[in-house]
């Protein structure tokens, strides 16, 4: 098992910045890759994905809409991942939340591919 804890959350305005962190207990050996998604509210709103890093190595990705804008990164001796969002928009308003994939061979941009889930941290960006 692999437990998650995102913090960092908060309410911004527009153009502003946050840096999330997801802190890993438990089996974290077992993390091939680490992921950031958001969910908006509203019906029928899906989860996200935002951005991904492989556990070892250099290789990490993010979605079209935040490229250039939020960069991942990750502490391996602390077992974190952070976040780092700037030029936040308004509609990026959301649960931002924190995964693990803990097998290789998954799909870094697929929410299904992930096992392990945070509880989630609100994003709120003011216009």
């Known amino acids: 098992q692999v437990q998650l804890v995102e913090s960092g959350g908060g309410l911004v305005q527009a153009g502003g910045s946050l840096r999330l962190s997801c802190a890993a207990s438990g089996r974290t050996f077992s993390s091939y890759v680490r992921g950031w998604f958001r969910q908006a509210p509203g019906p029928g709103k899906e989860r996200e994905f935002v951005a991904g890093i492989k556990w070892n190595g250099d290789n990490t990705y993010y979605g079209d809409s935040v490229k250039g804008r939020f960069t991942i990164s990750r502490d391996n001796a602390k077992n974190t991942v952070y976040l780092q969002m700037n030029s936040l928009k308004p509609e990026e308003t959301a649960v931002y939340y924190c995964?693990?994939?803990?097998?290789?061979?998954?799909?870094?941009?697929?929410?299904?591919?992930?096992?392990?889930w945070g509880q989630g941290t609100q994003v709120t960006v003011s216009s």
């Open positions: 995964a693990v994939q803990s097998y290789s061979g998954g799909i870094v941009y697929a929410a299904s591919n992930y096992n392990y």
